[in-house]
Every structure is written in C-alpha cells, then in structure tokens.
C-alpha cells in the first residue's frame, strides 16, 4: 500500500490514524499538496492529498480510502450493517472535513505550515479570529453531542472511524500549540483526552509533529 501526501494534512492524517488503528503495513510517498509528479496525478487528478494506491486500486480523498481499507479489513471501526450507527459515522465524517476543518484550519496554517513550508510568520489576527469566531459553535456541537448522548465515543459506547476522523482535525490545535477549552468544553475535553490515549492516535500524532520537508 501506498500512502500520498504530508502528515500536517488533515486529511492525510486521518487516513493515518486509521491504518495506524488497522495495523496495515504501508509506505508513505511524501508528496505535497497539488504536487505535479506524475504518479501521483495518475492517482488524484486534482493534486489533492491523500492519494492511495494498493495493488494496481487507486483512489483519492480521506474518506475513501478509509471506508476502502475499514470495509477490506472486515473491520468494527465502522458499523456497515446498522444503519442507525453507520449514518452516524457519515455524517461525523462529513462535519469534521466541511465544518470542524474550517475552524481549525486556520491556526495550523498560520503556526505550523507558514513556518516551516513557506519560511513566513504567523499571522495572529487570523488565528485570534479563528479561535474567538470559527471554533465556539463547532465546540459548543461537540460538545453539546457527547453529553447529550452520555456515550464514551461519538458513534456510541465503541470507539469508531467518527472518532478517527473528528480527531484527525482537532489535532490542529495541538501541532499549532493551542489546549481545548476544557472547562467550556468538558465533554469533549474528556473525549480528546481519551482519544490521545490510543497508541494510533500516537504515532499519527508524532509523526506529524516532528515532520519536516
Ligand atoms: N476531500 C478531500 C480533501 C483533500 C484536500 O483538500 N487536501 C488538501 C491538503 S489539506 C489539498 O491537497 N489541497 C491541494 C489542492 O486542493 O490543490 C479528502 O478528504 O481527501
């Protein structure tokens, strides 16, 4: 299997996580986003990153791949045969990549990208704004979500690929230096602390903490 794209992605780092949870062998290609390598193309036409390739498959965007390797897997990170739970993990899924990543995109770029892919300073307005304007609503869900449900995970009791992909961007404010507002937020602070705890969530997250081009 291999894996196109840089761990400071987002997207790349929730298909990660989920190898990471699947334990799958794979190789990483370190390609940036909108790179013209022509292999890389043959996989995501648009120059978006993640691109994936395993025995002569080959498919891009996060969510395919992850549904790709749970499904092949025969695997419980995803519940295919309640729909109830399954359109609970869609629709998570959905949330974390339109509306969570918009809010937390922001400071990962102007903290961690800027710096060390284009050598330039942050710029702390747009971070200020991200975290005072953008990222209270999407909390105030989350959050609000978890303690209405009582359930350990988003899905439900077990652990699941909603979990995986929320936490994927949340992961934003931590490579950007930035703690979860635990006292607003306890639900969820609680769920992000549990989820840190998995050894998957561990190695996506280091590997992408120490990453440099
Ligand atoms: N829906 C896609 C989104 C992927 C995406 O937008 N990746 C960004 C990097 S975080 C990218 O490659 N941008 C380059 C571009 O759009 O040209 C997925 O889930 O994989």
Redesign the pocket.
Known sequence: MLLYGVPL????R?TLFTLYELDLPFEQVITP??SDAPAFREISP?????GFADDGVKM????AICHYLIRGQGSALIDYATPQTLARVIAWDKYA?DVLAEAVFPPLIERVVKPIRLGTDADEDVVTHALNELLPPVGDYLNDSLAKSGDAWLAGGAFSYADIAVGAHLTNLLLAGIALDGKRWPALGEWFTRLQQRDAFQRMYQEARDFRL
């Open positions: 992605s987002p997207f790349v929730k986003p909108g648009l120059g978006r990153i993640p891009w965007d996060s969510s990549d």
